[in-house]
């Protein structure tokens, strides 16, 4: 599973000048968030949640940094962002 997020991570963390030990801290282990950055495995938004504020970037910005050429992936990724909420929001109904 190769996923463009991780490796538009790897360089927006690299231009910030951080390293994998400064952002991972208790949230993801250093193999875990290498593998993301590689596109060798992904995580869930509770995990990239903190790791984005770690490095003073939001979901937002990591989003628009991602080259808009490849669609399908940007819709991917959109949908596993609001999976989550929607589910909440239809239990909370419940």
């Keep these: 599973m190769k996923n463009g997020y991780g490796s538009t991570f790897h360089s927006m963390r690299k231009n910030k000048n951080y390293s994998l030990r400064d952002v991972s801290l208790d949230y993801i282990s250093i193999a875990q968030l290498s593998k993301f950055e590689r596109g060798d495995s992904d995580i869930t938004l509770n995990k990239l949640a903190p790791l984005l504020d770690n490095i003073t970037l939001s979901t937002s910005e990591l989003y628009l940094s991602y080259p808009l050429h490849n669609l399908k992936t940007n ?20």
């Design 75 to 94: 819709c991917l990724f959109l949908k596993k962002l609001v999976s989550p909420i929607f589910s909440a929001i239809r239990i909370n109904k419940s």
